[in-house]
T-cell receptor, first 114, second 113 residues
Framework: DTGVSQNPRHKITKRGQNVTFRCDPI?????LYWYRQTLGQGPEFLTY????????KSRLLSDRFSAERPKGSFSTLEIQRTEQGDSAMYLC????????????FGPGTRLTVT | KNQVEQSPQSLIILEGKNCTLQ??????????LRWYKQDTGRGPVSLTI?????NTKSNGRYTATLDADTKQSSLHITASQLSDSASYIC????????????FGGGTRLMVKP
């Protein structure tokens, strides 16, 4: 399968714990995006990378959220000190860098904070 | 503020019937508009992408229209099938926005036999 993959697909954690999600983009895609989607809503942009550079992070929801893409390939999204309000689907997408190019989405990681 | 509004929020139709979903946007300067289909628990999958100069684009039983003057788009589904049951999300991209997308809230379609 050469699409975008995300792991884990589901994560249940207790409030206050840290969680980390991984995204592996399509191999030739330079850009990688993270979104959050709550039930019944469209995805909400969080941050994106071009290669290893994080070009936009002002929309990360709080300083508890951070993302990395150290070698310009896979990326991780970490949430520290999770809260119940963090429960959502976290989607990753990748694309080629030219403006207007298609973003291909992964299956998402569903986080439940108890 | 860039916004994308979709209507209706949800829709139930019988198998074989047609339906039309609406999208209004305020994203500027406009680059392109996409319609995505999202099955429950899965990531969105692109159906169509339209630029400023395109009025209509079809993908099988899906036909999207775009009126850039009124900033409206529609997605028409012909001869619906049970597998069309999903959320349909309108997504608009602004120029010079780093390929960042503004998503609508989606229309949840249920096709019943």
């Amino acid at each position: 399968d050469t699409g975008v993959s995300q792991n884990p697909r589901h994560k249940i954690t207790k409030r206050g714990q840290n969680v980390t999600f991984r995204c592996d983009p399509i191999s030739e895609h330079n850009r990688l995006y993270w979104y959050r989607q709550t039930l019944g809503q469209g995805p909400e942009f969080l941050t994106y990378f071009q290669n290893e550079a994080q070009l936009e992070k002002s929309r990360l929801l709080s300083d508890r959220f951070s993302a990395e893409r150290p070698k310009g390939s896979f990326s991780t999204l970490e949430i520290q000190r999770t809260e119940q309000g963090d429960s959502a689907m976290y989607l990753c997408a990748s694309s080629l860098p030219a403006g207007g190019n298609e973003q291909y989405f992964g299956p998402g990681t569903r986080l439940t904070v108890t | 503020k860039n916004q994308v509004e979709q209507s209706p929020q949800s829709l139930i139709i019988l198998e074989g019937k047609n339906c039309t979903l609406q999208c209004n946007y305020t994203v500027s300067p406009f680059s392109n508009l996409r319609w995505y289909k999202q099955d429950t628990g899965r990531g969105p999958v692109s159906l169509t992408i339209m630029t400023f100069s395109e009025n209509t684009k079809s993908n099988g039983r899906y036909t999207a229209t775009l009126d850039a003057d009124t900033k409206q788009s529609s997605l028409h589904i012909t001869a619906s099938q049970l597998s069309d049951s999903a959320s349909y999300i309108c997504v608009v991209s602004a120029k010079n926005a780093g390929n960042m997308l503004t998503f609508g809230g989606g229309t949840r379609l249920m096709v019943k036999p």
